[in-house]
T-cell receptor, first 113, second 115 residues
Framework: GNSVTQMEGPVTLSEEAFLTINCTYTATGYPSLFWYVQYPGEGLQLLLKATKADDKGSNKGFEATYRKETTSFHLEKGSVQVSDSAVYFC????????????FGKGTLLTVNP | DVKVTQSSRYLVKRTGEKVFLECVQDMDHENMFWYRQDPGLGLRLIYFSYDVKMKEKGDIPEGYSVSREKKERFSLILESASTNQTSMYLCASIGQGHGSNQPQHFGDGTRLSIL
């Protein structure tokens, strides 16, 4: 079956630090990969996605590259801000008609001024 | 923009009560989902529905049922609430034919406490 393993938190950084949150996956077929973000008190919203090998998703200064050879989709940002404090979820769908998402357990990021 | 609305942000119920969580989406999406979110466990799929009156079990359906009488509304039912169902519940939707590379759209969640 499908599974997603992401770096356990919590992660605490100072403002302007470099961020990496690791994510690896196991899936049948050719999955699409997503990073979702959940700000305090809110639901999940899509941060970025990649649909095939070597695709790079990017948004709000965050990037992640779909690496089929290492089955990874690590999230990076060069300079984090206090407003980036949130929970980050790596997820995948592996095709088919039911659009089911498989999520990692989430990583809590806290950025201090 | 897609809007997924969950009827309550916070809910407190007692053990043994029948609890209804409501979710409405405004984009005519065929597929709707209910997840629960717990610290250290991430999001786990309870049930999903791919059309009116159609439903399928997710990974943790025990103790829950669902209803989809209208396309825009997907209800999660706790038949007899128990304390281990205290959690954050998230609803999501996506349209048919959007492809698996499109994201699900989430509501803001209902934080349910069972006393």
């Amino acid at each position: 079956g499908n599974s997603v393993t992401q770096m356990e938190g919590p992660v605490t950084l100072s403002e302007e630090a470099f961020l990496t949150i690791n994510c690896t996956y196991t899936a049948t077929g050719y999955p699409s990969l997503f990073w979702y973000v959940q700000y305090p008190g809110e639901g999940l919203q899509l941060l970025l996605k990649a649909t095939k090998a070597d695709d790079k998703g990017s948004n709000k200064g965050f990037e992640a590259t779909y690496r089929k050879e290492t089955t990874s989709f690590h999230l990076e940002k060069g300079s984090v801000q206090v407003s980036d404090s949130a929970v980050y979820f790596c997820a995948l769908t592996s095709g088919g008609s039911n659009y089911k998402l498989t999520f990692g357990k989430g990583t809590l990021l806290t950025v201090n001024p | 923009d897609v809007k997924v609305t969950q009827s309550s942000r916070y809910l407190v119920k007692r053990t043994g009560e029948k609890v209804f969580l409501e979710c409405v989406q405004d984009m005519d999406h065929e597929n709707m989902f209910w997840y629960r979110q717990d610290p250290g466990l991430g999001l786990r799929l309870i049930y999903f529905s791919y059309d009116v009156k159609m439903k399928e079990k997710g990974d943790i359906p025990e103790g829950y049922s669902v209803s989809r009488e209208k396309k825009e509304r997907f209800s999660l039912i706790l038949e007899s609430a128990s304390t281990n169902q205290t959690s954050m519940y998230l609803c999501a939707s996506i349209g048919q034919g959007h492809g698996s590379n499109q994201p699900q759209h989430f509501g803001d969640g209902t934080r349910l406490s069972i006393l």
